[in-house]
């Protein structure tokens, strides 16, 4: 047993210092602190999760391997009106004796600003391994904004930035909304948080009504946290894109591009690969680093229904845990859904596994994903998602995001 598995095995090894991170949740102002604690319980896990450097360096190689391949002539087409990449790209990963196994790509994953918020009360905390994360990630978070801007833009000045999603005050991760707010306003950046509803669109751009004053603000640079990935839901937002009258990151052609869950058929297809001209190396990689996913058909329902405890069925254009299936849960009604939809099925992998304490007598074991954010190729930081039941769902005690420390 490595000593990551026997710590994570362990629920009495290595907790988090709760009295650190109230500090820094504290830190963030008491409305804040409170909004977190009242309506988030669960957002943040009370231990570490650890890995190997071995896993590390697999999840490095799938991550350099995908980016490689998106890269390549005939990945994809699609209308783009923006030359941005696209901020918080999420690998995430389940990761067992066997390896590590890429689940799926989100192209506009969210913890990033609260993660950066966990790992800094951790500092000073002394645990076993080293975080994966770059240094002074607000900097870093700050840098890859700008850039997107500059990408667009060039030199110009970015005035204003608008976190659009829809109603974002109830939102479960509004908190973090405000972290990013924060972060941008303390750059010298007016932001704001908004519904898309509220954009408007004229001859100078995307604009914002601001409260009962009626005053315009227009916007330069908008940080999607939709999940109406094409848009056809907002076309105000939709067109302003097409036109290229603001910056929006990340957008419909990074989802295409990435987070479809239809690339994971394409990336487990060796033969469709090698025609793209991916070489034997990325090739290898993939498929040794991404569970088998297929294409969905009700031409095979029969078949389906035989092999479906082998795998995981995931609409192909949803997001989180939305229309998810273990299929070894699967009731028929819902087996005869997922046929006639736009489904894809991946083997299972299973996810690795925490030991956490339930009371100081009894300990209980939840499941964990790993998340590695990435932008442009680059690895910013690594966490980890604790949860109990089919997918991760922040609403178990004990779970949450998690700081992921690296053992050799």
Known sequence: MSEAERLNADCHAALLDRAALQRAMQREGGVWRSLVTERCQHLFADMPVFITAAQMQLMRDVIDAVERVVALDGWYEYESGSTAKGVFFGYDFHLNAEGAHLIEINSNAGGGFLNALLLDSQRDVGLPGAAITAENLEQVFLAMFRNEWRLARGDAPLHSI??????????????????????????????????????????????????????????????????????RQHPVLRQAYLDDSVVLTPDPAHYVQYADKRN???????????????????????????????????????????????????????FGSKGAYRGANLTRRV??????????????????????????????????????????????????????????????PGGGFAPVRVLG
Not at 187 to 213: E, F, T
Not at 287 to 309: F, I, N, S, Y
């Open 335 to 396: 087996f005869e859904e997922i046929m006639h939809g736009d489904y894809v099925a991946q083997r299972l992998a299973a996810p690795g596994e925490r030991a956490v304490c339930v009371n100081d007598d009894e300990a209980a074991s939840l499941k964990y994903d790993v998340r590695c954010y990435v932008y442009d190729g680059q690895l910013q930081l690594v966490a980890a998602r604790l949860y109990q039941g089919q997918t991760t769902n922040f609403r178990t």
């Open 264 to 318: 994971l058929v394409r990336l487990t297809d060796a033969e469709a690969l090698r025609a793209l001209g991916a070489s034997e190396a990325d090739i290898a990689t993939l498929q040794a680093g991404v569970p088998q996913t297929r294409q969905v058909m009700a031409a095979d329902h029969e078949q389906w229904w035989l092999e479906r405890k082998q795998w995981f069925f995931k609409p192909a254009t949803g």
């Open 162 to 231: 608008a976190i659009v999603d829809e109603h974002p005050e109830a939102q479960y991760l509004y908190p973090e909304f405000l972290l990013a707010q924060r972060m941008f306003e303390h750059a010298g950046i007016a932001a704001y948080i908004a519904d898309p509803g509220a954009l408007h669109s004229r001859d100078d751009g995307l604009g914002l009504y601001l409260g009962s004053s009626g005053n315009r603000q227009k916007i330069d640079l908008i940080y999607n946290r939709l999940t109406d990935f094409s848009l």
